[in-house]
């Protein structure tokens, strides 16, 4: 049978609708940034050797981040910094599309803008009210778990993000051993 990529596509969607992907939250992962953002290994590569660190083929990346972090965090900050900058004025087309997706909402894992940019283009007004981002900065309200069945549907980033409006962005990701242990432990 000869199936050519609309039919299939098709397909998808009617299996995504039978889901009930409108009562499931999406957990998004780095998948479709790859191409465009710098990967985690990369990082690793960079701070290799910005920071003079090696990294043992058993070690777990957050226990190789803290490790360059106690080494050099000016230098560790830097090289983060520089490694989730380079966000691309274009994006990928995947987020459009995922943020169109009736999910009752999203999580991101990422680091980059990627999701939090497509999401705001479709809640321009509203942006503000349905996107947080975890760490909390200040006086921001945290969701509750529950509040991601709440009737407008929502995104979070838990690890940071690329925030150009957060000077300090960069120092806020959640990378490291100490990072994961003071939010998440």
């Not at 972090?69 to 230098?75: D, I, L």
């Not at 999701?115 to 283009?121: C, E, G, I, W």
Request: glycine share 4%; charged share 30%.
């Amino acid at each position: 049978m000869n199936v050519n990529s609309i039919d299939f596509n098709n397909e998808c969607i009617k299996e995504l609708h039978k889901s009930g992907f409108q009562d499931r939250v999406a957990v998004i992962g780095s998948g479709p940034s790859c191409p465009f953002i710098t990967s985690l290994d990369e990082l690793i590569q960079r701070l290799r050797k910005t920071c003079g660190v090696r990294k043992h083929q058993n070690d777990y990346h957050w226990v190789f981040f803290e490790k360059a972090y106690k080494r050099n965090p000016r230098k560790y900050f830097e090289a983060i910094k520089v490694s989730f900058s380079n966000t691309p004025e274009w994006d990928a087309r995947a987020y459009e599309y995922l943020a169109n997706i009736n999910f009752r909402s999203f999580v991101t894992l990422n680091y980059d803008d990627q999701l939090p940019t497509a999401f705001r283009r479709i809640y321009e007004d509203d942006f503000d009210c349905r996107f947080r981002v975890y760490p909390t900065r200040g006086t921001e309200k945290f969701w509750e778990p529950g509040d991601l069945f709440a009737q407008k549907q929502r995104l979070v980033a838990i690890h940071g993000y690329k925030n150009d409006n957060d000077k300090e962005w960069h120092k806020h990701l959640i990378l490291r051993v100490s990072d994961y242990n003071t939010h998440y432990g």
